[in-house]
Every structure is written in C-alpha cells, then in structure tokens.
C-alpha cells in the first residue's frame, strides 16, 4: 500500500525558512520522478519541483532560487528547502510520483506572514 507522509511545515515570518520532508512507504521512491506540489486556498494544485531518480531537479519559475528539492534514496524520503519564503508561499504542500493522479498524503501547511 503506497503511502506519503509530508512533514515539516509551519508558520513561519516572510524571508524564514522552512525544510519539509515526506516519507514514502509501499514502493521503492528510487525509480520513480518524485515531485512536490501546493495548493493554496481556492486554488489549483501546482507543481512546484521535481527530481528525477538521477537528482536532475526542476522548479516552478515563482520558486526558481528559493526552493531546493532532494531525495534520499536510501531512507525512502524526499525533501524541499524553502528560502527567502513569501507570503504568496502560504499553501499545503504534497508530495507524490510526478504525473501519480492518486495516493496523495495528507500534506503539510505552510504559512507566511508578512
């Protein structure tokens, strides 16, 4: 049974940092693209980075510089370090396999103030 557990969010002040983590379980998180979403109230969720098995990575223009995406392969875990955040980051986050339309977790809120 595949299973995602995002954690690390919080509240945190504009320009703060935050680093969320997400445990996969159920699957080997090696050959697969993983990938970190959000999605802010009445929104759409959007992707915001990916990393391929390889550690080629991707990233959302409006995070480009301020977000870092990484994965462990050995521990099953992938993580997003979030600099410089702004009030516009203030979603839940999720992880999944890149293009997976199932199997979300229950996500991890992140607030920015301002």
């Known amino acids: 049974q595949v299973q995602l557990v995002e954690s690390g969010g919080g509240l945190v002040q504009a320009g703060g940092s935050l680093r969320l983590s997400c445990v996969a379980s159920g699957f080997t998180l090696r050959g697969y693209i993983m990938a970190w979403y959000r999605q802010a109230p009445g929104k759409q969720r959007e992707l915001v980075a990916h990393?391929?098995?390889?550690?080629?990575?991707n990233y959302a223009d409006s995070v480009k510089g301020r977000f870092t995406i990484s994965r462990d392969n050995a521990k099953n875990t992938v993580y997003l370090q979030m600099n410089s955040l702004k009030p516009e980051d203030t979603a839940v986050y999720y992880c999944?396999?890149?293009?997976?339309?199932?199997?979300w977790g229950q996500g991890t809120q992140v607030t920015v103030s301002s």
């Open positions: 990393i391929t098995s390889i550690g080629n990575t």
């Open positions: 999944n396999r890149l293009n997976e339309p199932n199997n």
